[in-house]
């Protein structure tokens, strides 16, 4: 599966974006989704992750109420819904394919090409 990932951009602080992820192919729907992010001199970092029929949602504890992670399985999308962002929110954001909703990068098979997502104070 081919994902492309889109919705970036600059937003000042306590706004919000959605970032889309749209993947090519007839599998999507058997595939659990992830959304990750990398700002300048860290590690990738989990953000989100949701099951295959969009059952069951997960969150790293910086986000949990004010990001949202759905999932359009007829429409080949997934979307994070970014609230509230603050500073620290400031990265490149990948989403992801995998086989099993999890938190390690590795287990991520398909990876889209990031969006940046730039929080202004």
């Known amino acids: 599966v081919q994902l492309q990932a889109s919705g970036g951009g600059v937003v000042q602080a306590g706004g919000s974006l959605r970032l889309s992820c749209a993947a090519s192919g007839r599998s999507f729907s058997t595939y659990p989704m992830g959304w990750f992010r990398q700002a300048p001199g860290n590690e990738r970092e989990f953000v989100a992750a949701i099951g295959k029929n969009g059952d069951g949602t997960y969150y790293t504890d910086s986000v949990k109420g004010r990001f949202t992670i759905s999932r359009d399985n007829a429409k080949n999308t997934v979307y994070l819904q970014m609230n509230s962002l603050k500073p620290e929110d400031t990265a490149v954001y990948y989403c992801?394919?995998?086989?099993?909703?999890?938190?390690?990068?590795?287990?991520?098979?398909?990876w889209g090409q990031g969006t940046l997502v730039t929080v202004s104070s």
């Open positions: 992801a394919a995998g086989r099993v909703v999890t938190v390690p990068a590795s287990a991520y098979n398909y």
